[in-house]
């Protein structure tokens, strides 16, 4: 439960699962019918990532867990997804940059991991990074479209900058686990960092010179988000254990 | 001890080729490429099938067809394995599945290998090239939503992947 490669994947599937949940709230909400249904769509891919995950991570600890127990039955402090996945919708504009953020670090990281010694991240991200080169290429358009639109959008796309870029640095500073299995996350700050200024350049936004960057989610301290988030994806499982469809 | 009946590889494909995506029902899940292989273990068949997309949601409904399929011709011991690597893409779909995508209204998917510049997506209705794209993300994962430029029609397109 507790060696290095455990942590690790449970790391990846949380990362995805989480912002599986967060991009599912808008199901319903997006603010045109096309929208809602690619970011519901985005959501779906993730949730099939974290599955992925939780399937190889169930399959290696073996005794009872299984991708349900892992994702309904963890409590707060054992999830190790980064902090900028759980923060909230807020706006569309904060949705879109969050998931721009992290597709750019998705893209990056699986584009390594698929060479990984282990065969089953490899495969997992391999059949995910196609995906990803979607959600990246949507939201990086969306990106531009509202840093370079109206007033309106231009100022609620600094908004959601001010918002999540604290929550960025802690993506490129390995956790103990990370030490040990995967893709080191230093090694590809530079051009996660390249890629951003170029795009948000181009979106007419700038971004903070020097910050206070929040960490602590990889290793389970987490933002007040996440509880709320638990709660509402984890009550059936909680209040009628193994209830199953 | 019941076993199952005397069969071939081919006759297992054949029954395969009978179960249909449940997405798309014109197109069966060898059309799509989903069955990857088919061998028998002391006669008992073993199907590994690979995921369209990560998150597709009718992978479980698919394993689910195959077992109901292979039960109705007799076999009780039946291994269906989900594997990920190497990962799934529309150039296994067969010549006859996308001939029968096109008639059913959706474009099909063009070869992976082609530049995203020199890609044509054609109208299933009236087959003019003339159409623009309204959405990456259609009705499924796997479908962009276009529209005809000429005829109008929206339509879902198969995207290449
Ligand atoms: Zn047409």
Request: aromatic content about 10%; proline content about 5%.
């Amino acid at each position: 439960m507790n060696d290095p490669l455990n942590k690790y994947i449970l790391h990846l599937a949380d990362n995805a699962l989480i912002l599986a949940q967060r991009n599912g709230e808008w199901c319903g909400h997006g603010p045109i019918l096309e929208q809602d249904i690619a970011i519901t769509n985005i959501s779906l891919d993730l949730l099939g990532q974290a599955r992925n995950f939780y399937q190889y991570a169930a399959s290696l600890q073996g005794n009872d867990a299984t991708e349900d127990s892992l994702a309904y039955l963890r409590i707060e402090n054992e999830y190790r997804n980064g902090l900028l996945v759980e923060q909230p919708n807020i706006d569309w504009a904060q949705t879109i940059l969050r998931q721009y953020f992290f597709s750019t670090y998705q893209y990056l990281l699986y584009e390594k991991l698929q060479a990984a010694d282990d065969a089953q991240l490899a495969a997992i991200a391999a059949k995910a990074l196609k995906e990803v080169s979607y959600h990246l290429r949507w939201s990086r358009e969306w990106v531009i479209r509202l840093g370079d639109g109206t007033a309106e959008s231009h100022r609620r796309m600094i908004q959601a900058v001010d918002a999540l870029w604290r929550y960025t640095g802690e993506l490129f500073i390995p956790a103990d686990y990370e030490n040990q299995v995967g893709v080191d996350v230093s090694l590809i700050k530079d051009a996660w960092t390249e890629q951003v200024n170029v795009v948000m350049a181009e979106a007419g936004i700038s971004l903070p010179e020097k910050t206070y960057m929040q960490t602590g989610g990889k290793q389970g301290i987490h933002t007040e988000h996440l509880g709320y988030i638990l709660a509402e994806l984890q009550y059936v499982q909680r209040a009628y254990p193994n209830s199953s469809w | 001890m019941v076993s199952n009946p005397t069969i071939t590889e081919s006759q297992i494909w054949d029954i395969l080729a009978s179960v249909c995506d449940p997405e798309i029902p014109v197109l069966s899940i060898v059309d799509m490429g989903i069955v990857r292989k088919v061998y028998l273990e002391e006669n008992n068949p073993v199907i590994i099938i690979t995921p369209t997309y990560t998150g597709c949601p009718a992978m479980d409904m698919i394993t689910m067809q195959i077992r109901m399929a292979l039960l109705e011709h007799g076999f009780t011991q039946i291994t269906i394995r989900s594997e990920l690597a190497p990962a799934w893409t529309t150039d296994w779909m067969t010549e006859e599945g996308k001939r029968k995508l096109q008639e059913y209204g959706i474009a099909p998917p063009n070869p992976s290998t082609t530049p995203l510049s020199e890609q044509i997506i054609q109208c299933p209705q009236c087959r003019s090239n003339n159409t623009k794209l309204l959405s990456e993300f259609g009705s499924t994962a796997c479908k962009a939503l276009y529209q005809c430029q000429d005829c109008k029609e929206p339509f879902d397109y198969f995207k290449c992947h």
